[in-house]
């Protein structure tokens, strides 16, 4: 059974605009279209072996339905989540301080946007350097 996740694939630049071109046209993602068109210009043969490599043994029905009926949760941007904003205040008060990426790990949230927020909350005197 394949992987959740998939091999990018490379293709040419007048393709790719001509894929861009068409999703705006039909009001779909482009990875939408890409599966689409691939879906319907492939063999019989070919989309028969993907139909069946789809069907999962026993056993594994009852974990993937259980898994699509849960609530998808969409987290808080960490500006507007105010446990983890406390939660960096906490940290940053701490002695030894840890770094930006180890408070990143603490909260939950990519490095990328915990460093961003300790930037605003300096600029704005939330935090003391």
């Known amino acids: 059974m394949p992987s959740a996740r998939y091999t990018r694939i490379e293709i040419t630049e007048e ?15 482009l990875k939408k279209l890409a599966s689409d068109l691939i879906l319907k210009n492939i063999s019989q043969k ?7 490599s789809r069907r999962s ?16 949760r969409h987290r808080l941007r960490i500006s507007e989540d105010q446990a983890a904003i406390q939660k960096i205040r906490d940290l940053w008060a701490q002695n030894p301080r840890p770094s930006q990426r180890e408070i990143a790990r603490k909260i939950n949230y990519p490095a990328s946007s915990a460093k961003y927020q300790i ?11």
């Open 119 to 129: 930037k605003m909350m300096l600029e704005h005197g939330e935090l003391k350097k």
């Open 15 to 29: 393709a790719y605009m001509g894929l861009e071109a068409e999703a705006v046209l039909q009001g779909k993602t």
């Open 57 to 72: 043994p026993p056993g594994e029905e009852a974990e993937i339905q259980i898994q699509s009926s849960a609530p998808k």
């Open 46 to 52: 070919a989309f028969r072996f993907v139909q069946e």
